[in-house]
C-alpha cells in the first residue's frame, strides 16, 4: 500500500463518521428539542522533505520551500450546536419550552442498575401515579423530572391544574384547591463540546471527563437562587429540533462527493501500481 492509499483510507474513515451523524441529524429533524451536531475537520500530521538544500539555485521561487506530504484529515470536534428550535403551540399544560439559549431540563435516568441526571430540551411531561395517593412528574419515557435539589416532583394524583410561572416556577393545584410549587430544575450548558448524547433525545457528560481535566461544575451550571431569574420558558408549547434539512441535504452531498474523491484516489494509486509492476 502507497502513501496514497494510506492518506485516503484515513481520510474514508472519518468522511464515514461524518456521514453518520448527518444521518442522525435528519432523522431527528422532527424530535422536540433535539440539538444538531456538526463535525469540524483538522489535518494530520505533515511530513516535511527538505529537497532544496541551496536556496541560491531557487532564485525567483514564490512558494514554500520543501515539500508537504500529508496524512489525511481527521473528525476534530463534534460540537453541539445550541441554536434554538422553532416554537410550536400544543394546549396542553404540561408541555413547555425553554427559550433561553443554552438551559436544559434535568430528568433521571437509569443506565446499569445505576442512576444518572441527564439533560433535554424536550418539554413533553406527563403525569405518573406512584401509588398512596401521589403522582410524579416524568418525561415521555417515563424517567422522573427532577427539581432544582435533584429531587422528584411528586404532588396529590388528584392534581387538576398545572400553572408555570417566572423563574420556572411550576405550581400544582389539587381538586381540593391545594396549591404546592416547585422549582423546576434547569441548567445552563458552558461548554457543549464535553456532552455526549444518549438515547431518549437526552445528553449526558462525556465518558472521559476526567481524562480531558474537565470538571461537570465546568460543562454545566445549576441554575438556582438569584440566578433563577435568568430562566426563560413558555407553557403550552414545546420547542422543535435545530435541524435545517436544506443544510444536512447539502453537507450530504458534499461529503458524498469527499468519499467519492478519496475512493478514486485509491483507484488511480492501484492502477499506477499495476502500471510500475508490469515493467519488464
Known amino acids: 500500500m502507497n502513501r496514497t492509499m494510506i492518506t485516503a483510507t484515513n ?18 429533524a422532527d424530535t422536540n428539542g433535539y440539538k444538531r451536531r456538526e463535525a469540524t475537520f483538522s489535518e494530520l500530521l505533515v511530513q516535511q522533505v527538505n529537497n532544496q538544500r541551496v536556496e541560491e539555485f531557487e532564485t525567483g521561487r514564490l512558494t514554500p520551500f520543501g515539500v508537504r506530504e500529508g496524512s489525511g484529515a ?13 416554537l410550536k403551540s ?15 431540563f434535568k430528568v433521571l435516568a437509569q443506565d446499569d442498575n445505576s442512576s444518572a441526571v441527564r439533560y433535554t430540551r424536550d ?12 403522582a410524579m412528574l416524568v418525561n415521555g419515557s417515563g424517567l422522573p423530572v427532577l427539581d432544582e435539589n435533584d429531587n422528584y416532583i411528586t404532588f396529590s394524583e388528584d392534581a387538576s391544574s398545572f400553572q408555570l410561572g417566572d423563574n420556572g416556577i411550576l405550581t400544582v393545584t389539587s381538586a381540593g384547591g391545594v396549591e404546592e410549587r416547585f422549582n423546576l430544575g434547569i441548567v445552563t450548558v458552558e461548554k457543549s463540546q464535553f456532552l455526549q448524547q444518549f438515547g431518549g433525545n437526552l445528553l449526558g ?42 443544510k444536512e441535504m447539502t453537507d450530504m452531498l458534499n461529503v458524498q462527493r ?14 499506477m501500481m499495476g502500471l510500475v509492476n508490469g515493467i519488464r
Open 11 to 28: 481520510t474514508l474513515g472519518q468522511l464515514q463518521k461524518q456521514m453518520d451523524m448527518i444521518g442522525h441529524n435528519l432523522s431527528n
Open 74 to 86: 481527521k473528525l476534530s470536534q463534534s460540537q453541539l450546536i445550541l441554536n434554538q428550535g422553532s
Open 123 to 134: 418539554g413533553a411531561f406527563f403525569v405518573s401515579p406512584t401509588g398512596n395517593g401521589e
Open 205 to 246: 457528560f462525556a465518558e472521559n471527563l476526567d481524562e480531558l481535566g474537565v470538571t461537570e461544575d465546568e460543562v454545566v451550571t445549576n441554575v438556582v437562587g438569584g440566578a433563577r431569574s435568568d430562566i426563560s420558558m413558555v407553557q403550552n408549547s414545546l420547542e422543535g429540533s435545530n435541524v435545517d434539512i436544506s
Open 258 to 271: 469527499s468519499y467519492q474523491f478519496q475512493s478514486r484516489s485509491i483507484s488511480l494509486a492501484d492502477q
Open 90 to 104: 400544543t394546549d396542553r399544560s404540561l408541555d413547555f419550552a425553554l427559550t433561553g439559549g443554552g438551559q436544559f
